[in-house]
Structures are given as C-alpha cells and as structure tokens.
C-alpha cells in the first residue's frame, strides 16, 4: 500500500504536469501539450496500479492461506 508520502509526491506531480500543459496551452506548443497530455494520464493511473496491486497481494495472501489449511487437512 502507498504511503503517504508517496500519495504527496503524486499529488505534486500532477500540479506540475497540469501547470506544464497550460503553459504549453498558452504558448501554443502542441508537442509539449501531447507530452503533458499523455504524463498527466500516466501519473493519474498511478492509484489504479496501486489498488490492483494491493488486490493482488489480498488475492495471494487468502490463497496461500488456503494451501496451508488444505495441507493441515
């Protein structure tokens, strides 16, 4: 599970994401837009990642438990 931290360190990331695409917005520089665009949408997956991964932690923690009951008998 993320930290705290590392939730602060996202939150921040994305403040200068989106303050880079206004910026390249505003000079009319598309390259720069797209590249904001696509940082901005990779950095907003962040907690998905981390949600799948935590389900997937659950998910072989109950499944584990499960092989060690089966083999108490």
Known sequence: MP????????????????AVFTQA???????????AAG???????QPAWWAREAADN?????AAAAIVKARQG
Not at 3 to 18: F, H, I, M, P, V
Not at 25 to 35: R, S, V
Not at 58 to 62: S, Y
Request: hydrophobic share 55%; charged share 20%; no cysteine.
């Open 58 to 62: 659950e998910a072989a923690a109950i």
């Open 25 to 35: 917005i505003n000079l009319g520089d598309q390259e720069l837009a797209l590249w």
């Open 39 to 45: 940082a901005l949408s990779s950095a907003a997956a």
């Open 3 to 18: 930290t705290a931290a590392e939730y602060q360190k996202l939150a921040d990331e994305l403040r200068q994401l989106g």
